[in-house]
């Protein structure tokens, strides 16, 4: 087994982290990009848009949670050459988090009425719901996002999230512009656009990322043996190593 010295180890766990970070801030960066969109169309818009990504983002949270497990398991299985159980390890994950995350989805999108009762002024929560009903159709996407996200990260591949959540930003930030002023053809939709724009943006990070993993060379050795396999709840409670 190659020992590494005290260099070396920083320097790989610098290589790892860094993406990592800069994966992390992409996603916070989105809201962001959002809120200051919003922000210059009126304060009611703006507030309306941050109280729906308020509630959004409390279900999100848990549904990003369910993906986390995997990383740990698809690492020990990757270490030990074990392209079986990465595969299985895989489908497993899409299945559950996507099962989780449509059930957070129809949740959330039947229980936006209840707006109501959360004594915010009445015109914000007017703008809120609509902007809600649209965001809560990111939830799939994401879950497809971290999913995959997790999936690599178990493979030491921390750069693929990265450059999918920078072109990910990108593409919010222009859509944003576009429609929420009707730029380049595109209709002119106000803050609603910021909402459509942020659900086409994490929908192609979610699909795309899903593309890489199948058909990029350094993740895709799972693809014929993940059609084959079927689900199986304990590999989940394999320990490491095994």
Not at 103 to 132: C, E, N, R, T
């Amino acid at each position: 087994m190659k020992t590494l010295t005290n260099k070396q180890h920083i320097k790989e766990t610098i290589a790892l982290s860094l993406p990592l970070v800069a994966t992390q801030i992409g996603y916070v960066f989105t809201g962001m990009a959002d809120n200051y969109f919003l922000g210059q169309i009126g304060k009611t818009e703006l507030a309306a848009g941050v109280s729906a990504n308020g509630i959004f983002v409390l279900l999100l949270v848990f549904c990003i949670g369910m993906s986390y497990s995997a990383t740990p398991l698809v690492s020990s299985a990757h270490v030990n050459g074990n392209l079986e159980r990465k595969a299985l390890l895989f489908k497993n994950s899409l299945f559950l988090n996507t099962a989780v995350a449509t059930l957070a989805f129809i949740l959330m999108f039947f229980l936006s009425p209840l707006m109501d009762y959360m004594q915010q002024p009445a015109d914000v929560v007017a703008l809120s719901k609509p902007f809600f009903n649209v965001l809560v159709f990111s939830m799939i996407p994401v879950s497809l996002f971290f999913t995959c996200k997790q999936y690599a990260e178990g493979l030491s591949n921390t750069k693929a999230a990265m450059y999918i959540s920078i072109i990910g930003n990108v593409l919010n930030i222009i859509l944003n512009y576009a429609l929420i002023y009707g730029k380049w053809g595109l209709p002119e939709m106000g803050y609603m656009g910021s909402a459509w724009a942020s659900f086409i943006a994490r929908s192609f990070m979610g699909i795309s990322f899903l593309w890489y993993v199948f058909y990029n060379p350094q993740t895709n050795d799972i693809k014929f043996i993940f059609q084959e396999s079927e689900n199986r709840w304990r590999s989940f409670k394999i320990p490491f190593g095994k």
